[in-house]
């Protein structure tokens, strides 16, 4: 083993400290590139290209977003004094949410500005439209995106579509658990159940509510309809 590890160690110095030995190797290597210099210059372009084509896309991404979210300021405003056609469609002057999910999509704006639009159909009855958009629609934000989750719960449920209604309102009551929005989430799940005929997860459900969220303004309202089915299911 001694042998070994000195001879590798007289080659390594070989390497290190003879001019011959490292002139030689460079030689080969420049050789090499001289051969395939085409390749080698491919290659390279290839990668230049590559770097470029990201940046670009990242930096093109980041001015469309500011644009985006300045002319998204006066729809918003709209949204919130419910003047819903001027949001979705614009004044003539500034953009509508339509126009600015389309025009900027993949940008932050473009992701929010679908949220109010699934906001808007679905206040509307336009619940497919209003499927469209929200499912579009994510956030990192535990509170918003179980919101959107429940407004997809409330399109499927108002289109008769109680499997999905039931799924999204899992997700929302799973999203970011807490005390202020879920026994809500919980409540609406139990509807659904009930709308499914699904009586015994109704009662979980409402169960869940008046065990856990006590304190919820949805705990008087869970006893009061845990009590109702308990007695349809007894008969």
Avoid: C
């Avoid at 991404?61 to 300021?73: I, L, T």
């Avoid at 719960?153 to 807490?178: H, M, P, Q, R, V």
């Amino acid at each position: 083993m001694a042998k070994k590890q000195t001879k590798n160690s007289e080659v390594e110095y070989e390497v290190l400290e003879n001019p011959e030995v490292i002139a030689s190797r460079l030689e080969r290597g420049e050789a090499f590139v001289r051969e395939n210099s085409k390749v080698v210059g491919g290659i390279l372009i290839g990668v230049v290209l590559l770097i470029a084509s990201i940046l670009f896309v990242q930096i093109n991404k980041q001015n469309q977003n500011k644009k985006a979210q300045a002319e998204m300021f006066q729809a918003v405003y709209y949204f919130e004094q419910d003047q819903t056609e001027l949001a979705l469609n614009g004044d003539g002057s500034n953009a509508g949410l339509l126009k600015i999910a389309d025009q900027y999509s993949g940008t932050d704006a473009a992701n929010l500005a679908n949220f109010y639009i699934g906001s808007i159909y679905l206040s509307e009855g336009k619940f497919n439209e209003a499927l469209t958009h929200l499912k579009k629609f994510s956030a990192s934000d535990y509170f918003v995106q179980a919101k959107a989750y429940a407004l997809i719960g409330d399109a499927y449920l108002e289109l008769e579509n109680t499997k999905e209604a039931i799924s999204y309102y899992k997700k929302a009551a799973a999203e970011g658990e807490n005390k202020y929005f879920t026994p809500r989430y919980l409540n609406k799940l139990a509807v659904a159940y009930e709308e499914a005929g699904d009586m015994a997860n109704a009662i979980k459900t409402y169960e869940i509510i008046e065990e856990k969220y006590f304190e919820s303004y949805e705990f008087t309202n869970a006893r009061k309809h845990k009590a109702r089915l308990e007695g349809l299911a007894s008969k």
